[in-house]
């Protein structure tokens, strides 16, 4: 706000100045056009210099200059030699600035006698429209400023209420924030909401396991119940199998973190439930990733999250997401995620990382959800990581670049206040 108040400061003391400059531009032309218009000035010129015509012009130009605060009026001969001026000394000298070939008023900024001026020199004529002198009326540069100084109050003024009221604005601002972070800084901030939606996502992931292992286990337990034990053996094994086969499908090496495959397992089991097929292409070789655990989770859960609605939203069949890890470009991972939904339009695409801007539809078991805030994240940590992301169609995909080494500045890879308070299942063998 202080800033904007110099800017503004600037710019008014800059109008007030042009302002001037005009005014002084129009006083002068118009004085000059007067005098050199009126019967006595032409009489003066025609009579001999120290005739009463001539006294009586110097008087006349003398009040006039003091009544309308002009700095000098000059009335001179058609070749420039000086009738009139404010320093006596001056009168029957030639007339300093320029005389112009036409005989049309002419306005310029000259360096008089009496120094830096802007000055109008308009011809006289005689009865049968010949130039026989010329009147030249200035306002001196120094003169101009002094007008200019007697608004610089009003424009401090003006300034200083625009900065108070942006410092009320400020501090007001400061209180609300304060409300509701306390005293974390930005960055605390930052991370919390990263922790809060990655905890989020995997506390979800979590519980359709949960929900789905606790659905067969109760199956099987009345099937033993009504003494059907080998429909509940056959169910336990298939239960078994299922298992398998999801902790086959998210088969990764060693450098993706425990709590990562666990969140694609989650997805994969909640996107089973709506009907969405999930295939997960982990690369054996992949490049240890540059981003702390809640911030890979929050990426790929989101991400997942996205394309799993879209998938369960969508007319075309089957339905299905593709989850693609893999060493990119030298000195890059990449991460995509592409679904079989229908896509977005143009307006949604402009704005589906903007804070509040949701692409999905909501769902039913989803619609007490804040919206709008998955893809902001994700494209906050991507860019914080030095990453890009990019948006693909047919079929939608989301691919994310990231570099290998963490630019300076950005957020740190090391476990966050929430990120310790999750008991690590990182394996420990091998170096790190």
Do not use: N
């Given at each position: 706000m202080l800033a904007v108040s110099v800017i503004v400061t600037a710019l008014l003391l800059w109008d007030s100045r042009r302002a001037e400059y005009r005014h002084s531009e129009r006083t002068t032309r118009a004085l000059a056009i007067a005098l050199a218009s009126a019967p006595h000035t032409a009489r003066a010129l025609t009579e001999p210099p120290g005739s009463a015509a001539a006294m009586d012009a110097q008087e006349r130009v003398s009040r006039l200059r003091r009544d309308i605060g002009v700095s000098y009026i000059t009335v001179m001969d058609a070749f420039g030699t000086r009738l009139t001026h404010?320093?006596?000394t001056q009168i029957g000298r030639h007339y300093r600035g320029t005389i112009p070939?036409?005989?049309e008023p002419f306005t310029e900024r000259w360096t008089g006698t009496l120094g830096p001026s802007i000055r109008t020199i308009a011809p006289v004529a005689d009865a049968s429209g010949r130039t026989i002198g010329w009147v030249s009326v200035g306002i001196t540069v120094s003169s101009i400023a002094q007008e200019i100084s007697r608004e610089i109050p009003l424009v401090l003024a003006v300034s200083g209420a625009f900065?108070?009221?942006?410092?009320?604005a400020a501090l007001a601002g400061r209180r609300i924030t304060r409300r509701i972070t306390g005293d974390l800084s930005a960055e605390a901030v930052r991370e919390a909401l990263v922790s809060?939606?990655?905890l989020r996502t995997l506390s979800e992931s979590l519980r359709a396991q949960t929900h789905e292992h606790a659905n067969r286990l109760h199956a099987a337990i009345a099937l033993l119940e009504l003494g059907r034990p080998d429909e509940a053996i056959?169910?336990?094994a298939a239960t078994a199998s299922r298992s398998q086969a999801l902790a086959d499908l998210v088969d990764a090496p060693e450098e993706l973190d425990p709590v990562v495959r666990a969140v694609i397992v989650g997805k994969t089991a909640q996107a089973s439930e709506r009907g969405v097929s999930v295939a997960v292409d982990i690369a054996p070789a992949l490049p240890q990733l540059p981003l702390g655990t809640m911030e890979l989770v929050s990426v790929v859960g989101n991400l997942m999250d996205n394309a799993i609605d879209a998938a369960a939203a969508s007319s075309v069949t089957p339905r299905a997401v593709d989850l693609r890890m893999a060493g990119g470009a030298p000195g890059e991972v990449l991460i995509e995620v592409s679904d079989s939904g229908d896509g977005f339009g143009a307006e949604a695409r402009r704005s589906m990382f903007d804070w509040g801007v949701s692409t999905k539809r909501v769902a039913p078991h989803r619609?007490?959800?804040g919206r709008g805030v998955g893809l902001a994240l994700v494209d906050r940590i991507v860019r914080e990581g030095g990453g890009s992301i990019a948006v693909g169609e047919a079929p939608t995909t989301f691919s994310v670049r990231l570099p290998l080494r963490r630019p300076?500045?950005?957020?740190?890879?090391e476990p966050s206040a929430v990120e310790r308070a999750v008991p690590s299942t990182r394996s420990t063998s091998g170096a790190r």
């Open positions: 404010p320093d006596p070939d036409e005989a900065a108070a009221v942006g410092a009320v809060h939606d990655s056959e169910m336990l619609a007490g959800e300076r500045g950005g957020v740190p890879t």
